[in-house]
Nanobody
Framework: QVLLVESGGGLVQAGGSLRLSCAAS????????MAWFRQAPGKERDFIAA????????HIHDAVKGRFTVSRDITKNTVYLQMNSLQPEDTAVYYC????????????????WGQGTQVIVSS
């Protein structure tokens, strides 16, 4: 079992920045990829970014490329999502996920999920 705990969400004005963190514990050796998804009210859970735990590979959705970056600290079993130039449409609950397989933009291919952290961007 892997436990994922997100933090760093909150209320920010448009144009501002936030950094989300996701700390993993438990059977972290089984993780190969960690990812971020977000879900706005009434919408599906959408892929944002993924990063390989052991290597240097990272994937960013085109919708946030240039504004969001994903990184990880292996020594802390933590993945980060740096979000800059935030806009009201970025308002959502942001979820961290982990997979023992290859990276994917499909939520159902991830084995573990955090509880989510709310991000609200005011105009």
């Amino acid at each position: 079992q892997v436990l994922l705990v997100e933090s760093g969400g909150g209320l920010v004005q448009a144009g501002g920045s936030l950094r989300l963190s996701c700390a993993a514990s438990g059977r972290t050796f089984s993780m190969n990829v960690m990812a971020w998804f977000r879900q706005a009210p009434g919408k599906e859970r959408d892929f944002i970014a993924a990063v390989s735990v052991g290597g240097a590979g990272a994937h960013i959705h085109d919708a946030v490329k240039g504004r969001f970056t994903v990184s990880r600290d292996i020594t802390k079993n933590t993945v980060y999502l740096q979000m800059n130039s935030l806009q009201p449409e970025d308002t959502a609950v942001y979820y961290c996920a982990a997979s023992s397989g290859r990276w994917s933009f499909r939520a159902n291919e991830y084995d573990y999920w955090g509880q989510g952290t709310q991000v609200i961007v005011s105009s």
